[in-house]
């Protein structure tokens, strides 16, 4: 009941991460849902998602590539498409309205947000999955970009100690925050990590870093 | 998961791409090992090295370690819920399922999550603390079918020493019993030695009013702003019983 729930940030950087998840339901519809649900991520492609995902099979680098992840979709694939512009997304939620393809469509984002996407695409919220965040030993958790940049892998599969290693290299000028980015993403058999977001969250510590050292 | 010593250069390539945090340099021989104790078989180091020699590779797991692959690796299937991952369909497909209905609280209580990874010692903790609160686990979920006895959250006793990157207790409970339940999560983490991520789902009106919300105001519990959103476009809706179409 998470995946693409539980992203740590500000609002200002949550804004901008945007996280489309479709698929069937068993016994529903999931029987010949292959080609709609291949139907789905071509159509957040050309409609401006900065990444599509298949958690089935796994991400574009899992399979060799994008075309192979696209092939590969299975009728009870659960798929994700990511968007770091608003509007792209309220336009893609315009085109899968319109388009009635007829499974499940879940909006991962700021609730207040995903209500006007919503609203201004003629569809409202039927039902919502709230985080109330970590308990226990929290004291255990790093804090920061290292704890934003985790979370926005719902299963875990981007080690810390990978994060520090591309912030030191950041820091040190021999990645830049894109190079960074995309590092984290292959790591993300899912394909949800907001690269854009990753990226700009690299270059605010890179200033950061800066600062300290001016 | 295992190294092959013999082949093993040394190069520690593979080491940063484990969640856990399993994989260490041997300094006397100077060889990548990994602690079989910490691993939780996720396959993140044997997909993301690509070690040059080959030397990453994944040995016959037999029960109960195996249950660490299955509720670790997301490439897993399991026969429960049918779909890749740790989880269920849970409220993704509610639009067609109906599975939460108006009045009630879905609750996800993700063990191990983010980044410790949790014992199933810890994992039946918290499965029995809200199983004597009169909890039914969510039969669909892969947790619930390792368990011994599903009333009192117990486990087989050969799980309790197997570790994993995650796994979500997952049930439904009416409203009137979601604020008693958080005093009974309040209790148990200060029980346990990892963390768990919460989350609470909910059906919402033609308002779109998120209807736990004021009580979790009132009561003073923080909720993030952000969360995931089912927006109705599934065929056929499922429409519940009194239910204005």
Same mark, same amino acid.
């Given at each position: ?53 298949? %958690? ?141 977001? +990753?990226?700009?969250?690299?270059? +605010?510590? %890179? ?8 | ?7 093993? /250069? ?8 484990? &969640? ?5 340099? #041997? ?26 020699? #080959?030397?990453?590779?994944? =040995? ?78 969510? /039969?669909?979920? &892969? ?12 486990? =087989? ?14 049930? /439904?409970? &009416? ?30 009106? #033609? #308002?779109?009013?998120? &209807? ?34």
């Amino acid at each position: 009941m998470t995946h693409t729930l539980h992203r740590v940030g500000n609002a200002e950087s949550l804004r901008r991460d945007i996280v489309f998840t479709y698929m069937p339901s068993n016994n529903i519809n999931h029987v010949g849902s292959a080609p709609i649900i291949r139907r789905f991520l071509e159509m957040c492609r050309d409609l401006g998602a900065i990444k599509i995902g298949d %958690t089935r099979k796994g991400n574009e680098y899992v399979q060799g590539s994008l075309e192979n992840m696209l092939n590969n979709i299975e009728d009870r694939a659960v798929v994700e498409a990511v968007f770091d512009n608003e509007e792209k997304a309220i336009i893609a939620l315009k085109a899968l309205k319109e388009a009635d393809l007829g499974l499940s469509l879940v909006v991962s984002g700021l609730f207040e947000q995903t209500r006007q996407c919503c609203s201004k695409a003629g569809l409202k919220m039927h039902t919502v999955n709230q985080s109330l965040g970590r308990w226990g030993r929290t004291d255990k958790l790093p804090d920061g970009a290292v704890l934003e940049l985790n979370t926005m892998c719902g299963h875990g599969m981007v080690a810390v100690s990978l994060i520090e290693q591309a912030i030191e290299k950041v820091k040190a000028r021999k990645w830049t925050p894109e190079k960074a980015a995309e590092n984290l993403f292959k790591c993300c058999i899912c394909g949800i990590i907001n690269i854009t977001r +990753a990226a700009e969250i690299f270059k +605010a510590l %890179t200033k950061e870093n800066e600062k300290e050292n001016d | 998961m295992k190294i092959n010593s013999d082949l093993c /250069t040394g190069c520690g390539k593979c080491n940063v791409f484990c &969640p856990v945090g399993a994989i260490f340099k #041997d300094q006397g021989k100077n060889i990548s090992v990994i602690d079989l104790e910490e691993c939780v078989e996720c396959g993140s180091c044997l997909r993301q090295a690509k070690c040059s020699v #080959d030397a990453i590779y994944q =040995q016959e797991l037999a029960w109960p370690r195996s249950v660490r692959s299955i509720m670790s690796d997301p490439l897993t299937i399991t026969k429960e819920s049918g779909i890749a991952g740790r989880g269920t369909e849970e409220m993704k497909t509610n639009d067609v399922t109906g599975r939460f209905r108006y009045g009630y609280v879905g609750v996800g209580i993700e063990m191990g999550r983010p980044i410790l990874g949790t014992y199933f010692s810890d994992v039946e903790k918290v499965a029995m603390a809200v199983a004597s609160y009169g909890v039914e686990f969510e /039969t669909r979920n &892969p947790l619930t079918s390792l368990m011994s006895d599903q009333s009192t959250g117990k486990f =087989q006793d050969e799980l309790l020493g197997e570790k994993v990157l995650s796994t979500i207790i997952e049930f /439904t409970i &009416p409203v009137e019993k979601m604020l008693g339940l958080l005093e009974v999560l309040k209790d148990v983490s200060e029980k346990i030695d990892t963390v768990f991520s919460l989350c609470f789902v909910s059906r919402l009106g #033609d #308002d779109e009013v998120i &209807p736990i919300s004021h009580i979790l105001d009132e009561a003073g519990v923080w909720y993030a702003p952000n969360g995931k959103a089912n927006v109705g476009l599934g065929r056929p809706l499922f429409i519940e019983k009194g239910e204005l179409v």
